[in-house]
């Protein structure tokens, strides 16, 4: 959920480059990336819970800091 303060982040921001026909395309390639990823993770979240928890554990996200 986006705070009061922040902005939506659209495919036009990430790539103001292209045209709208092609930021649509963008934007429905991301969308099909992300329910592969999603189906991955809902596999893999039945088959070997044990491995989500691993892959946590051993992850490491680093947040750079937020100027205000």
Do not use: C, H, W
């Amino acid at each position: 959920m986006l705070k009061k303060d922040e902005k939506e982040i659209t495919i036009a921001d990430l790539y103001p480059g292209l045209t709208p026909d092609e930021q649509a395309e963008a934007e429905f390639n991301l969308l099909g990336y992300l329910d592969v990823v999603r189906g991955i993770f809902e596999q893999i979240s039945v088959e070997n819970p044990k491995l989500l928890t691993k892959l946590e554990k051993s992850a490491s996200f680093k947040q750079k800091p937020r100027i205000v």
